[in-house]
């Protein structure tokens, strides 16, 4: 009987062979003490001494076999046999373990359609027409699959190269230096209480990674998996979420791609450098046009809401060009019905992107028992806009309006709790803080502002439409109907500019808050 002593001596290449076919160093710890026990209780079986290490890497290849299908199903990282055309070592050294844990990891960022027939093949030891029966795909297409999963690989393994030229990530430099999206929506839709926007869906930090790698150029899954430095069975399930949520299309060649607009600092830069270029032939006259014209608005009885003359400024001004771009001709693109039936698009921005023009946030408040609107607007470099009151406010505004008081005591105390539209005085009485027009009102209005614009519009619409082309050619083809959608909302939003040059220059005052809403009558 041999001396069980004997296996001490092999120890050490034992944990050789376990690092070899485990992902980790606590795999091998594991799998090297299961294949010493196992030895060791069939040691006394072996009759000829001279057959003791055949036997002993036999003992090791089924005890391996049996280990890795049991870590196989209790973790979500697979082991992996190394496929037969790369070396094996028979010693352990540090060069090999790094090799097999590359290997493990680039198995793991192969997308399916390798990733599973390697798995088959290398790990649970299937020929290709097993392969084809358990897959229902045809032989010659799991050969095929098989033979460039595995030149994928080498390719893998080869040689550290230099690193990547200025302008192309390395895994690494991504993975450590992840991009942050903000993501939003704009359109219309019904989203009640708790309900959430859909962007929601769409904002963990891998998805926006995807979005953001997707975004110039189409990517495989491979490809974002090396950029991401996670394995690629994650991004297949983030990219089947942002297929369905309509953030992704998907391309020829496995390719998938961003389908919504995100600004980055190039866009910024853009307006920066040529929105008030665009504006200046015409930025003086424009604002003695505005003077006039609010001056002549501001005697309309509507409800001011105490604001002063210098705020109602801005906010006659900015409605008045939103009626102008409505008449402009400018096309905007209708937004299709999305996957829950509500016609919204997402639109994104990266860290350093800043957000420029005016922007704008509006409750229709159609469906409800009221018939006012509720629009928001915000000027210069804005991060946010004011969150949107729920119908149900908007109705106690008018109630207030019409009657002074009101009977929904639950929406008043939320709508002064938020402090948004309505608080109480000291005497006891409800105020509404948004300026109002009624639908009589509203149109002496449109009425005014036609009579002072119209004469610009041509001069302006030829300014607007060159600085518009400009934006536009920053942005993918695939997403022109965007890009218009975008450039659109800049008609009004090139006041901004007028606005900054006109309170530079002493023309017009500022606004007391860059933030200004009002109440619209709408039947």
Known sequence: MMDSKILEEYAERVYGYAVNRTFSRDEADELSQEILLTALQELPKLRNEERFEPWLWGVANNVAKTFRRRMGKQRAMYSYDIPEDLSIFDEYTVESE????????RISMLSAAYRDIIILYYYDGLSTKEISEKL????????????????KLKRELEPYEAPPEKGNKSMNESALRPAKLEIGIY????????????NVYINDALSQNILYNCYENGK???????????????????????TYRRALISLPQGKYRTDFVIRSKRHSDYWENNAMTAMAPIADQLLAT????????????????GKSESDLFYLY??????????????????????????????IGRTENAKLYGIGGNINNNRGSRGSYEYRAYQFGKYESISMLPFDSRINVCEDILTTGTTDDKYNTAEAIKEGLLIKRLENGELYVNAPAFTKEQKAVFDATADKYLEPLM?????????????????IPSHL??????????????????????????GIIAPPESKHCDVLIQFK
């Open 98 to 105: 790094e090799l097999y844990d590359r290997l493990r990891t």
């Open 290 to 305: 505005l003077k006039a014209m609010t001056s002549e608005i501001y005697q309309i009885d509507h409800y001011k809401a």
């Open 458 to 474: 041509p001069e302006y619409n030829a300014l607007f439409n060159r600085f518009a082309e400009g934006y536009e050619a920053l």
């Open 220 to 242: 495989t899954v491979e490809e974002l998996a090396k950029i991401c430095g996670v394995p690629a069975y994650y991004i297949e399930d983030k990219v089947n979420t942002l």
């Open 480 to 505: 022109s109907d965007d890009a218009k959608r975008l450039s659109y909302g800049f008609f009004d939003g090139l006041l901004s500019v007028l606005f900054e040059y006109g309170e530079k220059n």
């Open 187 to 198: 359109g219309s839709g019904n989203y009640h209480g708790n309900e959430p926007f859909p």
């Open 136 to 151: 229902n795909i045809p032989e010659g297409t799991v050969t095929w699959r098989l033979s460039a999963g595995r030149t």
């Open 317 to 346: 001004s900015v409605l008045a060009f939103i009626k102008q771009a409505r008449q402009s001709g400018t096309e905007y693109p209708q937004i299709q019905p999305n996957y829950d039936g509500n016609s919204f698009r997402y």
